[in-house]
């Protein structure tokens, strides 16, 4: 975790002043001193790459005023947003602009702050730290070149003493000028891979993000000084706990100095008494670890909100010499032991490679997670750190007890972590973006990959709620070379495992052709996302009968945002029906149109509202299905990760929370069907003939470690009008802790009053009749077998209209494009079949 510390500000017009700490405060008023230099008080400039340089903008003199008729800019953010706000290109999520703002990216622009400094830093280290800019960046202060940084993800920084311009009475001579180049961004991913993030895929068109997205800052310390600070922890037999603090600091002066570390550890949200360390060790110039032991004999652990409490340490520690404090650093952290086993049902080494059971302090964490699908906004100046707490919240509320962050996105901000910490959501990560099969092969760029990797790892492994790692994402679906791509994605686990004790597996899914030949097994796990892109093969309830894996990492369907957020970027003429802007937003208006006949024998298309909201019912429903056909399986399967909670701009494609923070109908499904205690109904068909009987079987799966006795189910079946045609009830013993256990058969002859559709309610109640779970579903009346036959058809029809285009090219909905009768200045084309 960074540094957390004593703020001093001082405000002279609108510029900072930075005077030198006091050094003789105790380790309650650290003397560390950070100036805060993110904010609104950026300007920006545009140039030809290349020119910046030439022209002299890093040469600015510090005191001139000529940045102030720049664009404003804001640090953290982005390129694009800061031109948005200055009115240089339109908003790039409404409709097509996108594709109005490429030009943004063939350009060097320059980023500039200005400071002053009005107290002599003597005997200090003054820093000027950034968390990250992506993707590349040249740094000046003052004219002074301070150096070169590639790589999106990892911090940088730079000494800065003998730049700086001080003067505690003279205005002029105390002002610093900052100038920050941001290089054009790259445009080959395979060339980056694992240092930024990919910036292509099925919800994004070709617009690369770039900007100093991270926040930047001035620190002044002591000569001695932390660079990193781990808490290790490590849970022993007798149920104490031991906390091994491993400190990485720096001596930057020629000559051993004899350092007194005083560490105190207290409960960060319970109370505890405090425990305090102190010792005295030689620093010798240059970096070093240090480590210090604290026993804890009667540890408060840390565990997901379904399996206990969220108890979080906090040690803070001063680094002295006699009277002066050189530096401070804060640390939060929880205790917690993850650990892996073999799933049952697979055999290892034949059917699997890898043990993909998670456990936390000994317990089976069954996880219920959805892939992350962020940052919130793939422009970050666009978005908040309250979005992220509401998220994450809404997340925790939908009975998500993990989010899984995958390779196709970014290692996230401090506060993403923090919040997990705090609410018990547990997150499995690929550590570094990898959302490529191609990567270089030259041994020293491999070796920035790999340390991008450890980087990153290194400033998350303080955070309890990170429990799994993984280290590519559909990469080796991709990858020319299975073995070298397996190699490496081996020594990358190789890196990231010296740095935390956390499981680890290489890839997901590894189960394609090229995995095999990599040498993985054919049941590694499974991206269940054939239904989708096989749309029409399958009704999606005999898709996923046919899926038994040790774990899901994505289980994804699609939908269309609300009529409301439609409103903030598809153009009013393209509304409905949907025009060109919907493809560019990633509607498959195909796949949607059929997923809807799927689920309601209809597809649903009478007004904007009714296919709008079927989508997100449609997607529900059979997130719902699927999700309770897996959880059936446990223990062998361990998991299951929805794709996704949320999409990083205003699509029309996976999320279960649309970009404005606003949770589809699908969210309620999921909600339902992730509900720890769950009580549920299997089945093996949506369509039925009145004539035959109803049948099925009652379960329920109980992902808490608690035992529930003397409870009852009512089972009920209504049809169309409301009317009760059936009511059972059944009295359940007991329903065992971690268990998933079928429990009645259903048989019920009671269908043929039915028109269209009918309905089955559960209700698990305990034994004074409070409701512990309640379930709910619809059934067609039909024929499954001629709905599959139909079902084939329509996919027929669909693959020959596609067999004209590559995946992606939305001009297949809009007849008018494709008979070239399209005339761009009077027609707005419509989407056929709506």
Not at 559 to 581: A, Y
Not at 609 to 627: C, L, M, P, R, Y
Not at 722 to 746: H, R
Not at 809 to 820: L, R, T, V
Request: glycine content about 6%; overall charge neutral.
């Amino acid at each position: 975790m960074k540094k957390i510390t004593y703020l001093f500000f001082l405000m002279i017009s609108p510029l900072l002043l930075f005077a030198q700490p006091n050094t003789t405060e105790s380790h309650e008023d650290n003397s560390q001193l950070i100036r805060d230099l993110s904010g609104s008080r950026w300007t920006m400039k545009m140039m030809l790459p290349g020119e910046g340089v030439k022209k002299g903008l890093h040469n600015l003199p510090p005191e001139d005023i000529e940045t102030l008729v720049w664009n404003y800019a804001q640090v953290p953010g982005d390129v694009y947003t800061d031109l948005w706000k200055a009115g240089a290109i339109e908003d790039p999520y409404f409709g097509r602009n996108s594709v109005k703002a490429q030009w943004v990216q063939q350009y060097e622009w320059w980023y500039s702050v200005q400071f002053k400094v009005t107290e002599p830093v003597n005997d200090q280290i003054v820093r000027i730290e950034f968390d990250g800019v992506d993707y590349e960046c040249d740094v000046w202060l003052n004219g002074h070149f301070l150096g070169h940084h590639e790589g999106a993800f990892s911090g940088f920084s730079f000494d800065v003493n003998d730049a700086l311009r001080i003067s505690k009475w003279d205005h002029l001579a105390s002002t610093n000028m900052l100038m920050v180049r941001l290089a054009p961004p790259p445009q080959v991913n395979a060339l980056v891979a694992g240092k930024k993030t990919p910036w292509f895929g099925d919800y994004w068109r070709d617009l690369i993000p770039f900007g100093i997205n991270k926040p930047v800052r001035m620190v002044s310390t002591g000569k001695v000084l932390f660079e990193d600070v781990y808490a290790n922890t490590t849970i022993n037999k007798d149920k104490s706990a031991d906390v091994k603090l491993e400190m990485t600091v720096e001596n930057t002066d020629s000559e051993p100095r004899d350092m007194t570390f005083i560490a105190s550890l207290e409960g960060k949200n319970f109370k505890m008494k405090t425990q305090t360390v102190e010792f005295t060790k030689t620093v010798k110039p240059g970096v070093h670890k240090v480590e210090k032991n604290i026993h804890i004999s009667d540890p408060k652990l840390w565990w997901p909100w379904d399996l206990g409490d969220q108890n979080l340490y906090k040690t803070r520690i001063s680094l002295k010499e006699g009277a002066v404090n050189h530096d401070f650093n804060e640390t939060v952290f929880g205790i917690r032991e993850v650990t892996s086993k073999w799933n049952p049902g697979f055999e290892k080494n034949v059917e699997v490679s890898f043990p993909r059971s998670t456990y936390i302090n000994g317990k089976f964490h069954f996880i219920r997670s959805a892939c992350w699908g962020g940052p919130p906004d793939i422009f970050v100046g666009r978005s908040g750190i309250e979005k992220y707490k509401e998220l994450i919240r809404l997340a925790k509320e939908a009975n998500l007890n993990n989010i899984r962050i995958f390779g196709w996105h970014p290692p996230e901000i401090p506060e993403f972590y923090q919040y997990c910490d705090e609410m018990g959501m547990t997150v499995w990560q690929d550590m570094i973006p990898l959302g490529t099969g191609n990567i270089p092969t030259e041994e020293e760029k491999l070796a920035a990959i790999f340390n991008e990797g450890v980087k990153v790892v290194k400033e998350r492994r303080n955070h309890p709620s990170l429990i799994m790692m993984e280290g590519g994402e559909e990469m080796m679906l991709r990858t020319r070379d299975p073995q070298f791509g397996r190699q490496f994605l081996e020594r990358l686990g190789d890196s990231l495992q010296n740095y935390v004790k956390l499981p680890y597996v290489p890839d997901s899914p590894l189960t394609c052709h090229v995995s095999k030949a990599a040498g993985y097994k054919n049941k590694e796990a499974v991206h269940a996302l054939r239904y989708f892109y096989d749309m029409g093969k399958f009704l999606h309830e005999d898709w996923y009968q046919t899926l038994e894996f040790p774990i899901v990492p994505e289980f994804a369907i699609t939908s269309v945002p609300s009529v409301e957020s439609l409103k903030k970027f598809i153009p009013e003429e393209e509304m409905w029906p949907p025009g060109l802007s919907w493809g560019h937003h990633w509607a498959d208006l195909t796949r949607l149109r059929m997923q809807n006949w799927d689920v309601f024998d209809s597809e649903m298309t009478g007004s904007l509202g009714e296919f709008v909201n079927a989508t997100q019912d449609a997607q529900g429903i059979i997130f719902q299905n699927g999700i309770e056909y897996f959880r059936r399986q446990k223990p062998n399967l361990s998991g299951i990760a929805l794709c996704h909670w949320i999409t990083y701009w205003p699509d029309m494609k996976w999320g279960i929370v649309d970009n404005y923070a606003k949770p589809k109908n699908s969210y309620d499904f999921v909600k339902k069907a992730y509900q720890p205690l769950l009580v549920n109904f299997e089945f093996k068909k949506r369509r039925w003939d009145k004539k035959e009987p109803f049948v099925g079987n009652i379960w329920v799966i109980n992902d808490l470690y608690k035992d529930y006795s003397n409870c009852k189910i009512e089972f009920q079946i209504k049809d169309d009008a409301g009317a009760v045609l059936s009511t059972q009830k059944f009295d359940v013993a007991k329903i065992d802790a971690n268990s998933a256990k079928s429990l009645f058969a259903i048989n019920e002859k009671v269908l043929k009053s039915v028109d269209k559709k009918f309905f089955v309610t559960l209700k698990l109640s305990d034994k004074k009749g409070n409701a512990l779970s309640e379930n709910d579903y619809f059934f067609l009346i039909g024929d499954q077998a001629e709905a599959t036959k139909k079902f084939n058809e329509m996919k027929e029809m669909r693959v020959k209209r596609e067999s004209k285009y590559k995946y992606g090219n939305y001009y297949q909905f809009f007849d008018d494009i494709d008979n070239k009768t399209y005339d761009s200045g009077t027609q707005h084309p419509k989407a056929f079949g709506y």
